[in-house]
């Protein structure tokens, strides 16, 4: 599945097509690259030359059933399908490109206040769901509007212990420890970890996982509850957020 401002990278479709004739997953996470401008070339994109924060693996390769739903009203979701069918994923090496990402792109379409808009009446109407409120945080530390990050933040954190079954904290986390880490509190941040490594084992999102590293660091790694079909960890982008061996980590710096 692609959205209009999508592009397959040349060399993806026969991964693809290896993929699908393999089969054994209903979901296939398949590398999202944002890019930076949108006339890069291909090539700066995917070497990260022109490309925006880190790779983010999306559920973008379906297996096509009558009951395959998106649900929301943005960032839409296939998770409850997906938990209905066992949660069955694997990672697809096959590379998307965004162009809708980029800067000149975000500020002629007004991107970031509609996000806004459209989360804050998500997180009001499914008051349980932290999730919106993770991706509001990051709506807002993309403008510089730091306190009103904090403010989505300690709102989606204190949902945490009603959350639903199987909610993802992963982007919600990030966005929290990243604060953490400029304020200069590893100790909290460390702590933002813990909690969130502590609901992730009991929750068991798909392929994302949370887990200490070495003191004054937070990071996310491949641990047992971050595994899904292929076994390997899910990309987390955005500012703040470093690539590190298994995994994505956010480190004081």
């Not at 925006?52 to 409850?80: A, K, M, Q, S």
């Not at 096959?94 to 459209?118: F, M, P, Q, T, Y």
Request: proline fraction near 6%; hydrophobic fraction near 40%.
């Amino acid at each position: 599945m692609l959205d209009a401002d999508e592009r397959l990278a040349p060399h993806s479709g026969p991964a693809l097509r290896r993929a699908i004739a393999r089969g054994g997953f209903d979901c296939g996470l398949v590398p999202l690259h944002e890019a930076k401008h949108v006339n890069a070339s291909t090539a700066e994109v995917l070497s990260g030359k022109a490309r925006i924060g880190e790779v983010n693996h999306l559920p973008r390769l379906l297996r096509h059933t009558d009951d395959l739903r998106f649900t929301g009203i943005i960032h839409e979701t296939i998770l409850p399908w997906l938990r209905g069918r066992g949660m069955a994923t694997a990672f697809v090496p096959a590379d998307i490109i965004h162009l809708g990402a980029s800067l000149d792109v975000r500020a002629r379409l007004a991107k970031s206040e509609r996000n806004i808009r459209l989360l804050e009446r998500l997180a009001e109407a499914e008051t349980d769901d932290p999730t919106p409120l993770g991706y509001l945080a990051h709506e807002y530390l993309e403008l510089g509007r730091a306190h009103d990050a904090r403010h989505a933040i300690a709102r989606g954190w204190s949902r945490l212990a009603s959350a639903p079954p199987r909610t993802s904290v992963l982007r919600l986390a990030v966005a929290r420890i990243r604060l953490q880490l400029e304020d200069g509190d590893e100790t909290g941040a460390l702590r933002s970890v813990a909690e969130a490594e502590a609901i992730c084992a009991r929750a068991e999102p798909v392929g994302r996982g949370v887990s200490r590293a070495a003191p004054g660091r937070a990071a996310y790694r491949d641990v047992p509850c971050a595994r899904s079909g292929g076994g390997h960890p899910l990309a987390v982008g955005g500012p703040g957020v470093t690539r590190a061996p298994g995994g994505v980590g956010l480190t004081s710096r």
